[in-house]
């Protein structure tokens, strides 16, 4: 049996609040900070709340966003 699936067959006895506890930290383990990446997104963020401030961007109510993409919010 290999290790992995002797880990899955262990993490499919847990309760739900421990699979989901296991799983939260899987995913973060794979997520790794990239500063190159997290500097474009604060200039980009930076730029859209400049050109909204001027004028040059509107927004729309969330309500509008639900409606256009058929989203229930409920």
Do not use: G
């Given at each position: 049996m290999s290790k992995t699936?002797?880990?899955?067959?262990?993490?499919?006895?847990?309760?739900?609040?421990?699979?989901?506890?296991?799983?939260?930290?899987?995913?973060?383990?794979?997520?790794?900070?990239?500063?190159?990446?997290?500097?474009?997104w604060k200039k980009e963020a930076e730029n859209r709340i400049d050109a909204y401030d001027e004028g040059e961007l509107s927004s729309v109510s969330v309500q509008e966003v639900f409606t256009k993409y058929k989203i229930d919010p409920r």
């Open positions: 699936h002797k880990l899955l067959k262990e993490a499919l006895v847990l309760s739900i609040q421990e699979k989901s506890e296991l799983i939260d930290q899987l995913i973060k383990s794979l997520d790794k900070p990239d500063n190159e990446i997290d500097e474009l």
